[in-house]
């Protein structure tokens, strides 16, 4: 049986991986292994990797890397206790298959020691571009530690092509997350406010907000004021916030939000994490969805929800038509929500088609790992394309 390790360390992440991490536990060929780390071992961040476990999901082992500090310097330091502690998890659990999503530090950095044993890594959501966080970097990088990739588009297969890597080790499979959100039971507005304890008005708004990493420390605050000062200007509207990942200078915005909730308090909700499903019933409940989250851009238009994606974090994604990107300025936001109540848009939302697929990712992800071979692909070529 080949040993199929997946590496979660995000509340997000493992949203979108829940569908694959089914498949293969289900699949009587494979051994799967889970490796649980980062925000999901944090009591800051709700202690997620219970969530992990009431879906049934046996955790092979917690790998605590995160450090209670949100600096350049604290996320270094987590990173290098990362690369520790993975090494060692690897030596005991000896996987055949490392598979991880995305872009973020404690996967890099759980890469790393998988890189020098010569284990082969399959990553998924490779040739992405988010010109505004040093995720970037950090994705481009485990794409060249990695052997097997499944992107969302083919826009993003040829990217990864571009970085040196043989055409046929890509594949075009889509989007996990839209898998999920086929597999999620929405709750409805009763189950909704009976379970988060939340209210819904006319109007209705779902607000993340993260930093963008690579600029100045206090960009991420001052754009954030900028969207607090529109909600401030909001009339009959409810609005529910998600907070920040442990992203650098993440808990200057976790502030922020707590500040407006508790003055605020009878239209405002905040929620360090909800969970997938209550997560993606909410965000299907709403008239639409603020900030420059990714799942404004790859899951938002599956659920005809609108979203107005802020600033730079996300730029350079391929994205729905009903994605309306503007500046972290109050004028552009304020003229972003016009356009997401124009009848106009809200037309095109009805017809919108999302580039990110329809779903059957996972099935696909998990046929093509089944059939691989895997003996002596840690060795690999540099990929050139002529002309």
Not at 60 to 69: G, N, P, V
Not at 284 to 310: H, Y
């Amino acid at each position: 049986m080949k040993k199929i390790c997946i590496i979660t360390g995000s509340r997000a992440e493992y949203g979108i991986l829940r569908p694959l991490i089914e498949e293969i536990k289900n699949d009587g060929s494979l051994e799967l292994q889970l490796l649980v780390t980062g925000m999901h071992l944090s009591t800051e961040f709700n202690l997620t990797f219970q969530e992990i476990e009431k879906d049934g999901f046996p955790i092979s082992e917690k790998i605590e890397t995160l450090l209670s500090s949100d600096t350049p310097v604290g996320i270094s330091k987590s990173m290098g206790l990362t690369i520790i502690s993975f090494s060692e998890a690897y030596e005991r659990l000896k996987p055949d298959l490392i598979v991880v999503l995305g872009d973020r530090f404690e996967i890099f950095s759980a890469l790393v020691p998988a890189l020098i044993c010569g284990i082969p890594v399959a990553h998924i959501a490779g040739g992405e571009i988010t010109q505004g966080a040093f995720d970037d970097a950090l994705r481009h990088s485990i794409t060249k530690m990695s052997q097997i990739h499944f992107t969302a588009t083919e826009e993003y297969r040829k990217r990864v092509i571009q970085l040196g890597e043989h055409p046929s080790t890509v594949f075009n499979v889509g989007a996990p997350g839209i898998d999920a959100i086929q597999k999620t039971r929405f709750l409805t507005r009763e189950g909704l406010k009976k379970e988060l304890g939340i209210g819904f008005n006319k109007r209705n708004l779902l607000i993340v907000f993260h930093p963008a990493t690579l600029e100045k420390k206090t960009a991420s605050k001052d754009q954030f004021r900028e969207i607090l000062s529109v909600c401030d200007e909001l009339k009959d509207t409810n609005m529910f916030f998600v907070k920040s990942n442990a992203d650098t200078h993440g808990r200057i915005i976790n502030a922020m939000i707590d500040e407006y909730v508790a003055v605020n308090s009878e239209t405002t909700w905040a929620f360090t994490s909800l969970g997938h499903e209550k997560y993606l019933s909410l965000l299907r409940q709403v008239d639409g969805m603020i900030g420059n989250s990714s799942s404004g851009i790859v899951e938002a238009p599956s659920l005809k929800v609108g979203t107005i994606n802020i600033g730079d974090r996300q730029k350079g994604r391929v994205r729905a038509q009903s994605v309306i990107d503007c500046e972290a300025t109050k004028g552009a936001i304020r003229k972003g929500i016009k356009t997401l109540y124009s009848a106009a848009y809200q037309r095109k939302l009805r017809n919108v088609l999302n580039p990110y697929g329809k779903g059957n990712a996972a099935k696909s992800i998990k046929g093509i790992i089944k059939s691989y071979q895997l003996n002596n692909i840690v060795k690999k070529k540099f990929y050139d394309i002529k002309g």
